[in-house]
C-alpha cells in the first residue's frame, strides 16, 4: 500500500469509529417494522410485554448467543447503556477491521521480480532462453573459409 493511502484509511477508521461509539446510541430504539409486524394480532404494554390476542412474535425464543459478551447491542458487565452501546460499536468496527485487514492482506497482489534484480544466467523473465532462437548481435556476423569474420549483408544491401 503506498503512503499517500495511509491517511485516508486511517480517517476512514476514525469516522467509523466515531459513528460507531457516540452516534450510534442516538439510533431509534424502534429501528425496523420486522418487530412491529410479528406484534400485529396481539396487545402490547408500554414495556412491550404481549398482554393478549394472538401473533407470531409469541413463539420467538431467545437466539443461542444472547448471553454473549456482545448481546443486544452492547457489552456485558457495563452498567452505563451509553457506555456499554458505544464501546460494542467501537469493539465492533475494530473488529471487522481487523479481519477485513487481514484477508485483504492475504489476497493482496504480489509484486513481480524487477528487471534488474538478480537473474540467473540463462534465464528470462518468463523462464530459461531457448536455444534455438538466433541472437540478433550475432546474425550480423559470420566465420568465413579462413577463420575470419565477415559481416553478413542486411536486407537493404541486397
Not at 410485554?49 to 456485558?76: K, M
Amino acid at each position: 500500500m503506498s503512503k499517500r493511502s495511509w491517511p485516508f484509511l486511517l480517517g476512514g477508521l476514525l469516522v467509523a469509529l466515531l459513528l460507531a461509539g457516540v452516534v450510534s446510541n442516538y439510533a431509534s430504539s424502534h429501528p425496523d417494522g420486522l418487530d412491529s409486524s410479528l406484534l400485529k394480532g396481539c396487545t402490547v404494554n408500554a414495556d412491550d410485554e404481549i398482554t393478549g390476542g394472538s401473533c407470531p412474535a409469541q413463539q420467538a425464543r431467545d437466539h443461542e448467543l444472547s448471553d454473549s459478551p456482545l448481546a443486544d447491542y452492547g457489552v456485558r458487565g457495563v452498567g452505563n447503556d451509553f457506555l456499554s452501546t458505544g464501546l460494542s460499536g467501537v469493539l465492533g468496527v475494530l473488529l471487522t477491521f481487523a479481519v477485513g485487514g487481514g484477508l485483504f492482506w492475504l489476497a493482496r497482489r504480489r509484486t513481480p521480480a524487477r528487471a534488474d534484480s538478480a537473474v540467473p544466467a540463462g534465464v528470462g523473465a518468463t523462464g530459461p532462453a531457448v536455444a534455438d532462437e538466433p541472437d540478433p548481435a550475432k546474425a550480423a556476423t559470420t566465420t568465413g573459409p579462413t577463420g575470419g569474420t565477415t559481416a553478413s549483408p542486411s536486407a537493404g544491401d541486397r
